[in-house]
């Protein structure tokens, strides 16, 4: 006889199991239309952020977790779909559970025998493992399938770009991961989105990451991969230009300088072996770490360009760029678009036009873009229009005036070239700073270093603020795509500090063991920076003058790079300057009296045929037309500020002069607040020329007495927070105005708006092209 029970709530295990089945089955079909929606979609709807679809790989990992809770959880109420009665399923689990926890035989007051619930627990297993199995191969086959979907190409026939197989057009600015301040990608990326852009540029500065041979260094502010994978995250596609050269107003354009150490007379940006070994070597190492995001591979990185500007460098060694070509190829394979850029015109085009290479042109506004996209159609007949470097604004050079061109024509040109449906790339969009010693120069025809900030008068500001062009490009984007709606990016707040005052350590002679970086080196005639292994910073050159001379006597050097106070016995007497040309100098020296040149590289050439660009003493040194020899030569390259400065001692003359050049000290706290530190910019209104350092960070050069450029830009990041306290260096060149009739004190301040717009003993600006 069936014995009766009392009726029972449904266990909480088997609904919980049902629900899972459910849910598991929802996630599943939510992601299938996820992973195959277009990205324009999600752009379109506001989404910029959302998990990259290489992680098809987790759905097995999501599957798999949730089968076996499914196993557990269902595994006494399996059967609760197919069995007719609620009290039966109880009386089941009720069974099971005393015949597999005592292990022995029980009597049954089930209508279900027990051998039947073994049955179906055996088949509930075996259908839990096909499941599993079936859930690996679905992923497996996602993974493929969502992969193989991606796609950038170039569809010649109909003169435009295809994306995952449809027309596509980009719309890309510039920025540099190496000038911006780790700390402020995203919020950089965030502007870049809100603006319209749909994809980042941005070169790959080899002289940074490789600073000495076979050395290399991707970590924090250098780390490429981490930069990469951050535009894909918030929606950017990548357009990447490793170079090896890259220009970018960077020392030698961003080849490294121990090329020169190498073989001084070595052929760059040419077929030269000495040199084509090194960039072998450098492409092998950075090509293999960008591989896995191209876009084919589920990363952002539709384009690589190939070499940079090729067109404007006299050498026309088209067995140097075929070979770039096929280096490109067999590191990157055959599914990214390699690219090349050249000004837009046939001259240029005609060497730098590469076989195999899409080749785009540069121009910026006002331009007749009819006749400069004519230039790309005469060298690429079919495919789409490209203007790899539309520029906003223009690079500085120091004692010329800020660049500052009108918006109107801007925009104007923008319109123009997004009506035909041309890709365009915004350089820069963000410009950022060239902190340290990394700025470069040009020759136009003379010498002319590019300063510290790297403002280039962009959309945003080189602190992250919005300009009005940023807002005049965004209403010309807003016409070809639709925009990221809700609110602009909340501005990056500035702080004034105020006033630090400073204490003087010292003459640079008096520091002169705790700034030098090796030894002193003997040598019979002066030898370059590079013969010393020296990249950047400084070179004090130190003789004794023997004989007898005329009173006053011509000093000559006829290569200088790039300028040199000049000493007798330790006291400044006057400047010799690549800049203005100034090789000779009348000056008073007795025999056997000390004379010292301080040589401080102010930039490599980065740009035309000068880019060997050698720093030091180049040439004899002549007195009254005797060359000069048996020099002591010390190395200061001021790698870092964090010296033996603990003392503060003072080095003061009788009058309150301070002696320059001139290392002084200064510190600050920050505000008990937790929202500081905040940014910040060192004003330098007053000083004449030198070097600042905030924490043992290189702030890069000041130069106010020439403009235009009298503040540096201190990032947060550079800040210790409050109660510790911020140490500032300066290392003043020339003079520094403390102690006298008109000030009483020494002080810099830290003031909340840049001054980079300063006057300047020039009135027309450098037309030039680092």
């Given amino acids: 006889m069936m014995t009766k029970h009392s009726p029972a709530p449904l266990p909480d295990r088997s609904v919980y199991g049902f629900v899972m089945y459910l849910s598991t089955l929802t996630v599943l079909i939510l992601y299938l239309v996820w992973a195959f929606i277009p990205d324009e979609w999600l752009h379109s709807i506001g989404l910029t952020y959302w998990p990259q679809k290489y992680w098809a790989i987790a759905v097995p990992v999501f599957m798999c977790s949730a089968t076996i809770t499914l196993v557990y959880c269902m595994l006494p109420g399996y059967n609760m779909l197919i069995t007719p009665s609620l009290n039966s399923i109880n009386t089941i689990q009720d069974d099971y559970s005393r015949y597999c926890d005592i292990n022995q035989k029980i009597k049954h007051e089930s209508d279900i025998p027990i051998s039947q619930v073994c049955h179906i627990t055996r088949a509930m297993a075996k259908t839990h493992l096909i499941v599993v199995a079936c859930a690996l191969t679905l992923s497996f086959q996602l993974f493929q399938a969502v ?74 502010n250098l780390d490429l991969v981490s930069f990469i994978k951050l535009a894909h995250k918030v929606g950017l596609l990548v357009i990447l230009r490793p170079g090896p050269y890259i220009d970018a107003e960077r020392d030698m354009g961003g080849l490294p300088f121990w090329l020169l150490q190498k073989n001084p007379k070595m052929a760059l940006r040419t077929n030269d072996q000495s040199y084509i070994k090194y960039v072998d070597s450098w492409l092998s190492k950075v090509m293999p770490m960008v591989e896995p995001y191209l876009y084919a591979n589920g990363g952002p990185i539709i384009l690589v360009q190939v070499e940079n500007e090729y067109g404007s460098f006299p050498a026309c060694d088209f067995d140097y760029i075929t070979h770039l070509r096929d280096l490109h190829r067999s590191l990157l394979g055959d599914d990214v678009i390699l690219f090349s850029t050249d000004g837009a015109s046939d001259g240029l085009l005609k060497c730098g036009k590469i076989e195999g290479v899409y080749a785009t042109v540069d121009f910026g506004p006002g331009t007749n873009i009819t006749k400069a996209f004519h230039a790309q159609r005469n060298h690429e007949p079919k495919g789409p229009l490209v203007n790899s470097e539309y520029y906003p604004g223009w690079l500085d050079h120091w004692a010329y005036p800020h660049s500052n061109p009108s918006v109107l024509p801007m925009v104007i040109t923008l319109n123009s070239m997004l009506w035909k449906n041309a890709s365009v790339n915004i350089y820069m969009f963000h410009g950022g700073t060239n902190f340290g010693f990394t700025n470069g120069a040009n020759l136009s025809p003379n010498y002319n270093a590019v300063p510290t900030s790297y403002d280039y008068n962009a959309p945003i500001s080189e602190a ?38 400073l204490t003087s350590i010292g003459s640079l002679f008096d520091v002169l063991i705790d700034l030098r970086s090796q030894e002193p080196l003997s040598s019979y005639y002066p030898v370059s920076f590079e013969s010393l292994g020296q990249a950047y910073g400084f070179v004090l050159y130190e003789t004794i003058v023997p004989g007898q001379f005329m009173d006053p006597v011509v000093l000559e050097i006829k290569n200088v790079h790039d300028r040199a106070i000049v000493f007798v016995q330790n006291v400044p007497v006057g400047i010799l300057s690549r800049e203005d040309s100034i090789s000779t100098l009348p000056i008073k020296i007795q025999n ?115 403009g235009p450029q009298n503040t540096l830009y201190i990032p947060k990041s550079f800040l210790k927070p409050y109660p510790s306290n911020n140490v500032l260096i300066i290392l003043e060149l020339e003079h520094a105005p403390c102690f006298t009739d008109r000030s009483d004190s020494c002080n810099v301040a830290l003031v909340d708006a840049p001054v980079v717009n300063a006057t300047t003993p020039y009135t027309e600006s450098v037309y030039s092209r680092c």
């Avoid at 490009?473 to 005052?501: A, C, D, F, Q, W």
């Fill in 464 to 501: 992250g603020d919005f300009t009005p062009k940023y807002w005049a490009i965004r209403n010309v984007i807003s016409m070809y795509t639709k925009l990221p709606p809700g609110p602009p990016p909340k501005p990056v707040p500035k702080y004034e500090y105020g006033t630090v005052e």
């Fill in 592 to 706: 056997g009296e000390k004379l010292s040149l301080l040589v401080e590289n102010m930039g490599r050439v980065c740009f035309g045929s000068g880019l060997a660009d050698q720093k030091g003493l180049l040439s004899n040194v002549t007195l009254g037309g005797r060359i000069l020899t048996n020099w002591t030569i010390t190395s200061l390259p001021f790698n870092s500020s964090e010296f033996d400065f603990s003392s503060d001692k003072t080095r003061v003359l009788a009058n309150n002069q301070i002696y320059t050049p001139g290392i002084f000290k200064g510190k600050f706290k920050t505000p008990n607040n937790a929202s500081f530190p905040m940014d910040t910019y060192l004003n330098m209104t007053g000083w004449h020329k030198g070097i600042a350092f905030i924490n043992g960070v290189n702030l890069g050069r000041y130069w106010p007495i020439v």
């Fill in 147 to 220: 992969n193989a979907d991606k796609s950038f190409v170039i569809d010649y026939e109909n003169d435009q770009f295809l994306k995952d197989g449809r027309p596509f057009r980009y719309i890309s600015g510039s920025m540099h991961y190496f000038r911006v301040p780790r700390i402020y990608w995203l919020d950089r990326m965030e502007r870049m989105v809100y603006a319209g852009l749909n994809a980042v540029q941005t070169y790959i500065d080899w002289s940074q990451h490789e600073p000495s041979p076979g050395k290399y260094d991707f970590s924090d």
